[in-house]
């Protein structure tokens, strides 16, 4: 089972970056999905989150109408695109996979199984 996430970079302030995370060796559908960032001398945070049948997105307050998370389960991808850029959005992002089910869960690292290698969004003022 693994989890490849690209399409990191460096950004202005105000810009936008479309990250994408490839699955394979396991059956994509049967998993939740998730986005979560680390910021330098913090803790993983969680940003959006979708579901297996790809409805009820759920979105961290602080990325809300700026990011979309998307998924197609034929290709094994989901993306994370983020507009507006700002420099507090500066961290790793990481993609990670779940089979728990709750709204409350997809928002915990603790209860996915699997995590992708992360990329580096840095965004400048």
């Known amino acids: 089972v693994q989890l490849q996430a690209s399409g990191g970079g460096l950004v202005q302030a105000g810009g936008s970056l479309r990250l994408a995370c490839a699955a394979s060796g396991y059956n994509f559908r049967n998993y939740n999905m998730g986005w979560f960032r680390q910021a330098p001398g913090k803790g993983r945070e969680f940003v959006a989150s979708?579901?297996?049948?790809?409805?009820?997105?759920n979105y961290a307050d602080s990325v809300k109408d700026r990011f979309t998370i998307s998924r197609d389960n034929a290709k094994s991808m989901v993306y994370l695109q983020m507009t507006s850029l700002k420099p507090e959005d500066t961290a790793v992002y990481y993609c990670?996979?779940?089979?728990?089910?709750?709204?409350?869960?997809?928002?915990?690292?603790?209860?996915?199984?699997?995590w992708g290698q992360g990329t580096l969004v840095t965004v400048s003022s």
């Open positions: 990670a996979a779940t089979t728990v089910v709750g709204s409350f869960y997809a928002t915990q690292p603790d209860y996915y199984t699997t």
């Open positions: 979708i579901r297996r049948s790809a409805n009820g997105p």
